[in-house]
């Protein structure tokens, strides 16, 4: 089949094998991949409304014991410069972001073994007792491993007893590449590409929403990132439990693993594959974090119909080295400019009123 045969068939739903999608990724054009998976967005998407989130990233401790080498932001167990957040602090920070619209709490950090599964508990029950209108959308499959080997029970445990207290979906952090040769080489004591699939799919069975994530542009092939979607479209033929896929790439200008930064086109071709490739997610978003605002308005019109959140605070990736920042104004002015309307959303994709 000629690829633009394939582009027309992916354009209308069709669905790409695993050699289909490595294919498309490698030699067809950017602009026609494009068009394909603008195309496919709009037939998922029809109306011209672009979504994005009000939200915080809360990132509690840098004490960590996975010690992955694309991170700058982790400190090994008892350095100087480790630190965990007393819940008060937490809950400040929570003020702050439900102060200006915040409807989702994005509490994450380090896999830090001093922390017990009960000090999630009380934190997660006063935000949701102290902020009853925001969503914990929070923690990692990393993080909830983690919790598991400290309590020595289940993840699945963990996940309930969280859920119990209020973190109501799990995003997708921490998938990274979900092949093991990757892993391997930039995370080698992070959880294994199954056991992230494996909690993913004990958090949709409990009915916890969550996302997917992918993070390119460290040592990964173009066909181990098809593979990593792979695995993903996979799992959501099983449970449909994902909300959305998030690809963003790596920044290597402070990690042990240093590395180049990925190209604007690189992002672009990454987005316009995912959605052709992804025919059973929902949702694409345009992660504006590493690559930054105008690629992620360049990025509505590579199959994304998300523009993410504001992120009103974060530390992980800027201590990687980005300095991209987003105000509600400026994701409106660019999507606005981009000809679309923007609509304020929740976790779960339900479009709010408009205050």
């Excluded at 967005?41 to 029809?46: N, S």
């Excluded at 896999?111 to 006063?126: A, C, M, Q, S």
């Excluded at 040592?219 to 033929?237: A, F, G, N």
Aim: hydrophobic share 40%; net charge negative.
């Amino acid at each position: 089949m000629s690829l633009a045969s394939l582009l027309d068939r992916a354009a209308a739903g069709g669905r790409l094998s695993f050699d289909e999608g490595v294919l498309l990724y490698n030699e067809a054009d950017i602009h026609e991949l494009g068009a394909a998976a603008h195309a496919r967005r709009m037939g998922m998407h029809p109306r011209d409304v672009v979504t994005y989130v009000v939200d915080t990233t809360i990132n509690y401790t840098n004490v960590c014991n996975v010690h992955c080498t694309f991170c700058a932001f982790f400190r090994p167990e008892h350095h100087k410069e480790g630190y965990t957040m007393s819940h008060d602090v937490v809950l400040e920070r929570v003020k702050y972001a439900a102060d200006q619209g915040a409807t989702q709490i994005m509490i994450q950090g380090g896999v830090n073994p001093e922390l017990g599964i009960e000090w999630f508990e009380t934190l997660f029950d006063r935000v949701r007792r102290e902020y009853p209108h925001v969503d914990i959308h929070s923690l990692s499959v990393s993080e909830i491993v983690g919790l598991a080997h400290v309590e020595g029970i289940s993840t699945r445990d963990v996940l309930s007893r969280l859920k119990e207290a209020g973190m109501r979906s799990l995003p997708g952090a921490g998938a990274e590449i979900l092949v093991e040769r990757v892993r391997k080489r930039i995370s080698a004591r992070k959880v294994k590409p199954h056991e992230w699939l494996g909690v993913m799919r004990e958090a949709q069975q409990l009915g916890m929403p969550t996302t997917a994530t992918m993070m390119f542009g460290s040592i990964e092939t173009h066909e181990e990132r098809i593979e990593h979607m792979h695995v993903l479209r996979e799992l959501q033929d099983e449970t449909g439990g994902f909300t959305a896929f998030i690809p963003w790439y790596y920044v290597p200008f402070k990690t042990p693993l240093r590395g180049k930064e990925s190209t604007g086109l690189e992002y672009l071709r990454v987005l316009a594959i995912s959605r052709l490739y992804l025919d059973n997610f929902a949702h694409l978003q345009a992660s504006w974090l590493t690559p930054g605002l105008k690629m992620g308005q360049l990025a509505l019109f590579y199959g994304c119909d998300d523009m993410g959140g504001t992120i009103l605070e974060e530390r992980v990736v800027h201590d990687a080295g980005s300095t991209n920042e987003a105000t509600r104004g400026d994701l409106e002015n660019l999507i606005v400019s981009a000809g679309f309307k923007p609509v304020v959303r929740d976790t779960y994709w339900n479009q709010l009123p408009t205050s």
